[in-house]
C-alpha cells in the first residue's frame, strides 16, 4: 500500500518555534507510516529531518500539503492545511485563505486572536523533554530570537535584578538596531554573553539555573513548557498551554490528514 505523501512547505527553516514544530512532525509522521519531507528556503532544518529546499516541493495530485508562513494556491494537490504559528506577523484576516482547506493553530488563545471565519483545528507542537540538572552557577538564561517584540532588555533586567551574576542569551539576533542599542552595553559590561541558538537543549538549559521571558505574545509558549516538564525555574507571563504526549498530537494529525 502506497504511504500518504505529505509535504510540510514553509517560507521560513531557520531555528524558531515553527521550525522545531515541523523538524518533529516530519520525524512523527515517518515514524507512523506517512511519507513525509521539510521543506523551507534556509538550509538549518536540512540535517534534523527527512527534508529539502523548497524549490524542490512541487507538490501534487498525490500529496497532502500542510503550508506555514507563505500562501500557497491549491492547483494540483490533494488537501491544503495551512499551519500557523503566529500572530502579527501573519495576519490570517488579511488572506485569501479560500485555497486552504483547513488551519492548524497552535493554541486557542492564537486562534481568538486571528478570529477568522474558517475550518480549524487546534494541535500544539511536540514539546521536548529536559533531562535538567542545576548548574549552581548563578547563570540565567534568556531563550529565543532577540528583537524588542521579545524584549530581550526586559528579561535581562530582571534577572540581573533577580540576583543573578550573569545572563545568557540563547538566540539569533533578529533586530541589529535594538541589539545594538538596548543588548550591547550588558554584553560590554560583561553582564551578558550572546551564546546564540544551541541546537543541543540539554546542553544549553543545563548551562543555566532559571529561564527569564517578557515577550510581548507567544502563540504557545514551547520555551515555558519545556521549562514545565523539566522543573527548570520560568519567570516571565504564563501562557498556560495545554502539553500533550506525542501520540496525542499524533492522533490529532491522523484525523486531519484524511
Not at 542569551?169 to 554584553?187: E, N, S
Request: net charge neutral; glycine share 4%.
Amino acid at each position: 500500500m502506497r504511504k500518504q505523501s505529505v509535504k510540510i512547505i514553509s517560507g521560513w527553516s531557520n531555528p524558531g518555534g515553527s521550525t522545531l514544530h515541523h523538524i518533529a512532525l516530519t520525524n512523527l509522521l515517518n515514524a507512523n507510516g506517512y511519507d513525509c519531507t521539510f521543506y523551507g528556503p534556509h538550509e538549518w532544518h536540512m540535517d534534523k529531518c527527512k527534508s529539502a529546499l523548497i524549490n524542490e516541493a512541487n507538490p501534487n495530485v498525490h500529496d497532502i500539503v500542510i503550508s506555514h508562513f507563505i500562501l500557497l494556491n491549491k492547483v494540483n494537490f490533494k488537501k491544503h492545511i495551512l499551519s500557523c504559528h503566529e500572530t502579527n506577523l501573519f495576519i490570517l484576516k488579511h488572506l485569501d485563505l479560500s485555497n486552504v482547506d483547513v488551519i492548524q493553530f497552535v493554541s486557542n488563545s492564537q486562534k481568538k486572536w486571528h478570529s477568522v471565519n474558517h475550518p480549524s483545528v487546534i494541535i500544539p507542537p511536540v514539546v521536548d523533554r529536559i533531562n535538567w540538572v542545576n548548574p549552581n552557577n548563578n547563570i540565567a538564561g534568556v531563550i529565543g530570537s532577540i528583537d524588542e517584540h521579545k524584549q530581550t532588555h526586559v528579561s535581562i533586567e530582571r534577572a540581573l535584578k533577580g540576583g543573578f551574576d550573569k545572563v545568557y542569551l540563547f538566540g539569533q539576533i533578529t533586530d541589529k538596531p535594538y541589539f545594538d542599542k538596548m543588548i550591547f552595553p550588558y554584553v560590554v559590561s560583561n553582564q551578558v554573553v550572546v551564546k546564540n541558538h544551541y541546537d543541543n537543549k540539554e546542553e544549553m538549559y543545563n548551562s543555566i539555573e532559571a529561564v527569564y521571558h517578557s515577550s510581548k505574545r507567544e502563540t504557545y509558549g514551547l520555551v515555558e513548557a519545556e521549562c514545565t516538564l523539566a522543573h527548570i525555574p520560568f519567570s516571565g507571563p504564563s501562557n498556560n498551554q495545554i502539553i500533550l504526549e506525542e501520540q496525542d498530537i499524533l492522533e490529532r494529525w491522523k484525523k486531519l490528514l484524511i
